[in-house]
């Protein structure tokens, strides 16, 4: 059963926008909180913005100001707007939900994780 499916991945240049998407399913979009968590090659996942079920997001220090969360009722559907992309961007994306407790930039706090969609950010 998938529960969580993440879309929009691309290529860009740097300075260009994506938009990424999470489609979950009912009960998960509705009841937990959700997160964006991105793992480039040879490094940690590291969580990168957060929204709680009331939706309050909250965003690490490196994407303030450039990473917007949002997300859609009606489509069960979490998105993460990335604007004035870098190359340090440039990683796997996850969405994650069902968040247990604990920090919640911690990866292992998260009990759904979605297979992941490529950002490539070129200079």
């Known amino acids: 059963q998938v529960r969580l499916a993440e879309s929009g991945g691309d290529s860009v240049q740097a300075g260009g926008s994506l938009r990424l998407s999470c489609a979950a399913s009912?009960?998960?979009?509705?009841?937990?909180?959700m997160a964006w968590f991105r793992q480039a090659p040879g490094k940690e996942r590291e969580g990168v913005a957060t929204?709680?079920?009331?939706?309050?997001?909250d965003y690490v220090d490196s994407v303030k100001g450039r990473f917007t969360l949002s997300k859609d009722s009606a489509k069960n559907t979490l998105y993460l707007e990335m604007n004035i992309m870098k190359p340090e961007d440039t990683a796997m994306y996850f969405c994650?939900?069902?968040?247990?407790?604990?920090?919640?930039?911690?990866?292992?706090?998260?009990?759904?994780w979605g297979q992941g969609t490529q950002v490539t950010v070129s200079s």
């Open positions: 994650a939900a069902h968040f247990t407790g604990g920090s919640y930039w911690n990866k292992d706090a998260y009990r759904h």
């Open positions: 009912a009960d998960i979009f509705s009841n937990y909180r």
């Open positions: 929204i709680d079920s009331r939706g309050n997001p």
